[in-house]
């Protein structure tokens, strides 16, 4: 008994010692919990404060560069007398109105960011040559033209899958886009040209050797690009706006693109100039889906009439200046 007694004596004191060790560990662990849910509260603050204020600073740089880019480019010549003659522009009776995803009205995806053939004004209008023929065009089909905004990448995807009648957007008919779509008949001419700097040594294809070159993403300025030898960088832009942009803070050597859009672009920069000519041959279209043939007659109709008329002669003038390179 006296054994068992001491047994149970010993074991009294080493619970008794045990206690504040064990009430201690539990504070220690109870504070260092709440430290490390702390710092993990302060940390994940932080880090969301910084991924906020990184946001919020790409979101100012890449808005800047764009509406920097724009601002230069929204200046729209001013002719009342051909809008009003746009807007009275009456359907033809050669024309069977055909028909349309909207009844009544004709929908054009179109890259907002490609003056002069479409573009924001200060108003936030969409103007430019495109806009100004189609709605003339539209007009003698017997529909209104309505713009639908739309990233250059997808642009052709887009008609595909009937987001759009068509693509109103200065594309150059080619081989491969022919594969996709179809294209109404030419109604411009637009070679390639070179942009940089007035005291530039470019000139030629063959200058840009070395050189950093930006265009605009899958456009036939890129693929020309492509086929010249030896070219150092080429860096593709969302909008050829945001290239010409980069062009000015030295980011690039040149900048290649169709050459009525550059000449638009820069004729008031007295620091830019067209340099140079890279020969192509191309011409721009409407793009259309293969199967909608009525749509595509109707348009061809409608724009040799408006030739025939004169107004597309007008409507040229009114955005480059001279008549059409088979008028001169």
């Known amino acids: 008994m006296k054994r068992n ?13 045990l206690v504040p060790a064990l009430i201690g560990c539990g504070d220690d662990d109870t504070e260092d919990t709440a430290t490390e849910d702390s710092m993990t509260e302060d940390t994940a603050t932080e880090d969301s404060m910084t991924e906020d204020t990184a946001t919020e600073d790409s ?8 509406d920097t880019a724009a601002g230069e480019a929204t200046v729209v010549p001013v002719d009342e007398e051909l809008s009003a003659d746009i807007e009275a522009v009456q359907k033809s009776e050669n024309i069977e109105t055909p028909p349309t995803i909207d009844d009544g009205m004709l929908q054009g995806g179109s890259d907002t960011a490609f003056p ?3 573009f924001a004004d200060d108003q936030g209008d969409y103007v430019g040559f495109d ?3 189609m709605t003339a065009i539209a007009k003698k ?20 899958s009937d987001r759009y009648d068509i693509i109103a957007s200065a594309m150059t008919i080619t081989e491969e886009r022919e594969e996709q779509i179809s294209f109404s008949d030419p109604y411009i001419s637009a070679d390639i040209a ?9 000139e030629t294809a063959e200058d840009l050797a070395d050189k950093t070159v930006g265009v605009q993403i899958d456009t036939t300025g890129q693929f020309a690009v492509e086929e010249i030898e030896d070219v150092g960088e080429i860096r593709k832009y969302e909008t050829i706006l945001n290239a010409f ?4 803070t030295g980011r690039l050597d040149a900048v290649v693109n169709d050459a009525p ?17 890279i020969e192509t041959g191309d011409v721009y279209g409407y793009g259309l889906k293969q199967e909608n043939e009525q749509l595509r007659d109707a348009i061809n109709q409608a724009l040799q009439e408006l030739k025939d008329e004169g107004l597309y002669d007008r409507i040229f003038q009114k955005w480059f200046g001279e008549l059409p390179a088979e008028q001169q």
């Open 245 to 248: 942009q980069d062009l000015e």
């Open 141 to 160: 089909m017997g529909l209104e033209f309505e713009i639908v905004p739309t990233a250059w990448d997808g642009i052709i995807p887009a008609l595909v």
């Open 194 to 202: 070179i942009s940089a700097p007035v005291d530039s040594p470019i």
């Open 261 to 277: 859009v550059n000449a638009y672009i820069i004729r008031d920069n007295p620091n830019v100039e067209n340099t140079g000519t």
């Open 116 to 118: 002069p053939f479409e």
């Open 131 to 133: 806009v100004d023929l």
């Open 59 to 66: 979101m100012t740089e890449d808005t800047a560069t764009e």
């Open 5 to 17: 007694h001491l047994w149970l004596a010993v074991l009294l004191v080493l619970a008794l010692a």
